[in-house]
């Protein structure tokens, strides 16, 4: 009887229940969130590092504008 019953319990198995299943979709699951979140951190990171560009482009023009403000009055 207990032979039956351990028989028909193998063959009677859902997808779920079949081992590695579960891992696969939690690790296909994360893979996938993964993709998103690395895709916004790169598009985040290029931006930042447009405004770190456009900041020191501003600078070296103020810091030219100054020294050539200085180079006039020193020749006036």
Do not use: C, W
Not at 24 to 36: E, K
Not at 40 to 57: G, T
Request: hydrophobic share 50%; charged share 20%.
């Amino acid at each position: 009887m207990l032979t039956v019953l351990a028989a028909h319990g193998a063959t009677h198995t859902s997808l779920l229940a079949q081992p590695g299943t579960v891992a696969f979709l939690v690790v296909f699951g994360m893979a996938v969130i993964l993709y998103f979140v690395f895709r916004s951190m790169a598009k985040h990171l290029r931006k930042v590092n447009q405004m770190a560009r456009d900041e020191a482009e501003a600078a070296a023009r103020a810091e030219g504008q100054d020294a050539t403000n200085d180079a006039s009055e020193i020749s006036r």
